[in-house]
Protein backbone atom coordinates (compact mmCIF):
# COMPACT_ATOMS: atom_id res chain seq x y z
CA UNK A 1 0.00 0.00 0.00
CA UNK A 2 1.56 3.51 -0.92
CA UNK A 3 2.03 5.99 1.56
CA UNK A 4 -0.17 8.21 0.14
CA UNK A 5 -3.50 5.63 0.47
CA UNK A 6 -2.04 4.91 3.80
CA UNK A 7 -2.99 8.88 4.46
CA UNK A 8 -6.14 8.70 3.02
CA UNK A 9 -7.22 5.80 5.49
CA UNK A 10 -5.77 6.99 8.60
CA UNK A 11 -7.26 10.29 8.06
CA UNK A 12 -10.91 8.63 6.96
CA UNK A 13 -10.77 6.14 10.02
CA UNK A 14 -9.24 9.24 12.15
CA UNK A 15 -12.39 11.36 10.45
CA UNK A 16 -15.48 8.90 10.60
CA UNK A 17 -14.19 7.96 14.50
CA UNK A 18 -14.15 11.37 15.50
CA UNK A 19 -17.59 11.71 14.08
CA UNK A 20 -19.02 8.36 16.16
CA UNK A 21 -18.05 10.04 19.51
CA UNK A 22 -19.11 13.71 18.71
CA UNK A 23 -22.65 12.08 17.09
CA UNK A 24 -23.16 10.22 20.57
CA UNK A 25 -22.87 13.47 22.14
CA UNK A 26 -25.24 15.20 19.70
CA UNK A 27 -27.79 12.49 20.13
CA UNK A 28 -27.93 12.84 23.84
CA UNK A 29 -29.45 16.23 23.21
CA UNK A 30 -31.99 14.73 21.96
CA UNK A 31 -32.34 11.49 23.28
CA UNK A 32 -31.71 12.86 26.65
CA UNK A 33 -31.57 16.72 27.09
CA UNK A 34 -31.76 16.87 30.61
CA UNK A 35 -28.57 15.15 31.02
CA UNK A 36 -27.06 17.47 28.35
CA UNK A 37 -28.32 20.74 30.22
CA UNK A 38 -26.73 18.87 33.47
CA UNK A 39 -23.61 18.87 31.00
CA UNK A 40 -23.74 22.04 30.32
CA UNK A 41 -24.28 23.53 33.62
CA UNK A 42 -21.10 21.69 35.11
CA UNK A 43 -18.79 21.79 32.60
CA UNK A 44 -19.95 24.71 30.55
CA UNK A 45 -21.73 26.26 33.57
CA UNK A 46 -24.33 27.42 31.46
CA UNK A 47 -27.51 26.51 33.88
CA UNK A 48 -31.07 27.32 33.18
CA UNK A 49 -30.98 25.33 29.32
CA UNK A 50 -34.40 24.28 28.51
CA UNK A 51 -35.34 21.37 26.23
CA UNK A 52 -36.04 23.30 23.55
CA UNK A 53 -32.40 25.06 23.21
CA UNK A 54 -30.85 21.93 24.02
CA UNK A 55 -32.76 20.32 20.77
CA UNK A 56 -31.91 23.44 18.99
CA UNK A 57 -28.03 22.79 19.69
CA UNK A 58 -28.11 19.70 18.99
CA UNK A 59 -29.62 20.19 15.61
CA UNK A 60 -26.80 22.67 14.85
CA UNK A 61 -24.35 20.16 16.03
CA UNK A 62 -25.86 17.39 14.03
CA UNK A 63 -25.98 19.62 10.67
CA UNK A 64 -22.00 20.11 11.08
CA UNK A 65 -21.37 17.15 12.17
CA UNK A 66 -22.98 15.85 8.91
CA UNK A 67 -20.68 17.87 6.71
CA UNK A 68 -17.98 16.95 8.77
CA UNK A 69 -18.50 13.40 7.68
CA UNK A 70 -18.51 13.81 4.34
CA UNK A 71 -15.88 16.36 4.70
CA UNK A 72 -17.87 19.76 3.12
CA UNK A 73 -16.44 23.03 3.91
CA UNK A 74 -13.81 21.31 5.86
CA UNK A 75 -11.75 24.55 7.10
CA UNK A 76 -14.84 25.53 8.89
CA UNK A 77 -16.33 22.50 9.34
CA UNK A 78 -13.09 20.03 10.48
CA UNK A 79 -12.22 23.83 12.36
CA UNK A 80 -15.95 23.64 14.45
CA UNK A 81 -15.50 19.86 15.63
CA UNK A 82 -11.87 21.37 16.83
CA UNK A 83 -12.99 23.77 18.77
CA UNK A 84 -16.47 21.50 20.21
CA UNK A 85 -13.98 19.19 21.64
CA UNK A 86 -11.29 21.33 22.64
CA UNK A 87 -13.97 23.15 24.82
CA UNK A 88 -14.91 19.88 26.02
CA UNK A 89 -11.69 18.92 26.78
CA UNK A 90 -10.69 22.09 28.66
CA UNK A 91 -13.72 22.31 30.68
CA UNK A 92 -12.71 18.97 31.81
CA UNK A 93 -9.66 20.90 33.97
CA UNK A 94 -10.85 19.51 37.32
CA UNK A 95 -11.34 15.78 36.49
CA UNK A 96 -7.50 15.82 35.30
CA UNK A 97 -6.41 17.41 38.49
CA UNK A 98 -8.08 14.21 40.52
CA UNK A 99 -7.97 11.33 38.06
CA UNK A 100 -8.41 8.57 40.24
CA UNK A 101 -11.94 9.90 41.98
CA UNK A 102 -14.93 8.48 40.59
CA UNK A 103 -14.82 8.08 36.82
CA UNK A 104 -12.60 10.96 36.16
CA UNK A 105 -9.87 8.37 34.57
CA UNK A 106 -11.96 8.06 31.80
CA UNK A 107 -11.74 11.88 30.85
CA UNK A 108 -7.82 11.41 29.85
CA UNK A 109 -9.44 9.72 26.55
CA UNK A 110 -10.74 13.23 25.20
CA UNK A 111 -6.59 14.55 25.36
CA UNK A 112 -5.92 11.59 22.13
CA UNK A 113 -9.20 12.60 20.17
CA UNK A 114 -8.29 15.95 20.60
CA UNK A 115 -5.31 15.30 18.79
CA UNK A 116 -7.34 13.62 16.06
CA UNK A 117 -9.19 16.51 15.81
CA UNK A 118 -6.18 18.74 15.13
CA UNK A 119 -4.44 16.04 13.13
CA UNK A 120 -7.73 16.20 11.07
CA UNK A 121 -7.79 20.12 10.60
CA UNK A 122 -4.22 20.48 9.86
CA UNK A 123 -4.38 17.84 7.10
CA UNK A 124 -7.84 18.57 5.95
CA UNK A 125 -6.35 19.83 2.33
CA UNK A 126 -5.16 15.87 2.41
CA UNK A 127 -8.14 14.24 3.79
CA UNK A 128 -9.63 13.45 0.01
CA UNK A 129 -11.37 9.89 0.63
CA UNK A 130 -14.96 9.90 0.80
CA UNK A 131 -15.13 13.21 0.93
CA UNK A 132 -17.79 16.05 -0.95
CA UNK A 133 -15.81 18.56 -2.82
Known amino acids: MSQDK ?3 FSLL ?3 VSVFLVMFMWTI ?15 FYYIGGLQHVIMYAIGAVEMVIL ?9 KYTYGAVLLFHAVSTLSSFK ?39
Open 6 to 8: KLQ
Open 13 to 15: FLR
Open 28 to 42: DKFINPGHAAKVYEV
Open 66 to 74: LLFLVGYLK
Open 95 to 133: QYLAPFDGPNLLFFAAWPMLAACLTLFLLRDQDKQLTVN
